[in-house]
């Protein structure tokens, strides 16, 4: 069982609790308003509750984190209800309205803790990840550590290449989460700038065409990188003039000159061939994987792209798959896939 955040936290009558466990799931985002600045709101629920509450590092393919409770029947189901109303906004004394507080208003009574965003900055698209962690692991410690809860805006929503950032929380604890957020932003854009060394090769792409050089899940241009020892940039879709983006490679000027070929060579060949099978719907989710790592996990082993029809989309019970690349590697991966649904209905 992973490691969570209500270990470490006193158990106050812990002695008497019968060995019962229930768990629930709640949105990632709002870990922090569950944790608190340093800990403080989960203690209190866990003295109101009388149960142990363990934060979990899980985390689910729809970014819910899990979250076990510990304690008698009755205390699990205390605990169930104080965390069901604190990420619904609503006290437990029966405040159901969030109070609503602008930036630089006045603050509002300390007994009401809950409140809509209220504050909301933007960032570079480019810099969602550094704020966010791999699987949510950043955003939850600035949240854990400041007691706000951070809502970091989609790629797919940026405007001029930003994203919009909301924290909700009393006044310290958003003014702390944007000084958190601010320095890393500053301090990536610092560091690029005097690390990067100037591109020795530069492309003009069209921007139809960058995925083909991106890959499946990044699997292609991170291939290109590491057999030619270079660094390749491809410019923001936003940044795009008449449909073309600027891609610089970054290295020794003979790897530099290398890996351009190889990118001129994807961009020339054209589709690559692809095969197409039937699978049943229900085993989608045993080939796409936990958060997308089975089938990228395919793809990096067999060199192909792989796209799954969504389930809405299935006809007799049976989705689409299209798998791109050679004929040897299309055949690798379609055997990899039979042998995956082979395994799971031996085990039914």
Known sequence: MARG?????????????????????????????????????????????????DVTDEVDEDDMTLIRISGSADQIDHAKSLISRLIQNRDEMGGDAPVRRDRGGDRPPRNQEFYEPSVTFQIPDDKCGLVIGSRGSKIREIQQETGATIDVGRRDTAVDGFVTVSLTGDQEACDAAEKIIKDLVIESQNKDKIEKP??????????????????????????????????????????????????????????????????????????????????EERFCGLIIGGRGSKIRQLQDSTGTAIKIDKKSEAKDGKVQVVISGSESQCAAAQHEINAIIAESQDEL
């Open 198 to 279: 100037p591109p020795s090769e530069v492309m003009d792409v069209s921007i139809d065409l960058t995925r083909r050089i991106i890959g499946p899940m990044g699997a292609t241009v991170r291939d290109i990188q590491e057999r030619t020892n270079t660094e390749i940039e491809i410019a923001r879709r936003s940044t795009a003039v008449n449909g073309i983006v600027r891609l610089s490679i970054t290295g020794d000027a003979k790897d530099a000159a290398a890996a351009k070929r190889i990118i001129q060579d994807i961009l020339d060949e054209g589709d690559a061939p692809s095969l197409v099978m039937m699978i």
């Open 5 to 53: 955040r209500g270990d470490n936290m006193e158990d106050e009558g812990s002695t008497d609790m019968p060995a019962s466990e229930g768990t629930m799931t709640v949105p990632s985002f709002r870990v922090g308003r569950i944790i608190g600045r340093r800990g403080a709101k989960i203690r209190e629920l866990q003295d109101r509750s009388r149960a142990k509450i």
